[in-house]
Antibody
Framework: QVQLQESGPGLVKPSQTLSLTCVVS??????????WSWIRQAAGKGLEWIGR???????NYNPSLKSRVTISVDTSKNQFSLMLSSVTAADTAMYYC???????????WGQGTLVTVSS | DVQMTQYPSSLSASVGDRVTITCRAS??????LNWYQQKPGKAPKFLIF???NLQGGVPSKFSGSGSGTDFTLTISSLQPEDFALYYC?????????FGGGTKVEIK
């Protein structure tokens, strides 16, 4: 089973860019059948899909965040990354990375990393 | 966007009870419906895909049904480890969207 581990700053200042990385172990990120997603969850709230990337480089983003989101992949490091620009307090959340295949959109999950936006 | 509505938002049940959670999509999504379980402080766990297919390793006490716009998740005999939050999610189209969640609590 694939394991995923998120990492990045736990505190980001308003208007700055949030940057997170998800390291994949136990399997190759370069699998043609898989894709890699970011999902977030504000405290006490539901789950919000941010976007995903295929190994081809094709990305899909949530339109609600599209203007601020970039997801990229680094096959040499077996990891993928999230950048979210111009953050506000509303972006404070637990951020999860996940692996999907076909219609199993979020089959494996990382443990999550809490990001707080505050000055 | 496909809106997903779950109900109830919370329910209280006893060990051994049969529990049913409902999820409704704002448009026809055929069987492109997944279910997840989330325990406090943990990432969600993938339970069911394609509305009714159990993910490997998930106990058979969990079952899913439905197609089109109406779906259900049933837990046949609730056990202490099943008290958690449950989310549905549509895999029909992007943006991928989740229901608001159903909290299953101990009565």
């Amino acid at each position: 089973q694939v394991q995923l581990q998120e990492s990045g700053p736990g505190l980001v200042k308003p208007s700055q860019t949030l940057s997170l990385t998800c390291v994949v172990s136990g399997g190759a990120i370069s699998s043609d059948s898989d894709y890699w997603s970011w999902i977030r969850q504000a405290a006490g709230k539901g789950l919000e899909w941010i976007g995903r990337i295929y190994i081809s480089g094709t990305t899909n983003y949530n339109p609600s965040l599209k203007s601020r989101v970039t997801i990229s992949v680094d096959t040499s490091k077996n990891q993928f990354s999230l950048m979210l620009s111009s953050v506000t307090a509303a972006d404070t959340a637990m951020y999860y990375c996940a692996r999907g295949t076909g219609y199993k959109n979020f089959e494996d999950w990382g443990q999550g990393t809490l990001v707080t936006v505050s000055s | 966007d496909v809106q997903m509505t779950q109900y109830p938002s919370s329910l209280s049940a006893s060990v051994g009870d049969r529990v049913t959670i409902t999820c409704r999509a704002s448009q026809n999504i055929a069987s492109y419906l997944n279910w997840y379980q989330q325990k406090p402080g943990k990432a969600p766990k993938f339970l069911i895909f394609g509305a009714s297919n159990l993910q490997g390793g998930v106990p058979s006490k969990f079952s899913g049904s439905g197609s089109g716009t109406d779906f259900t998740l049933t837990i046949s005999s609730l056990q202490p480890e099943d008290f958690a939050l449950y989310y549905c999610q549509q895999s029909y189209s992007t943006p991928l969207t989740f229901g608001g969640g159903t909290k299953v609590e101990i009565k």
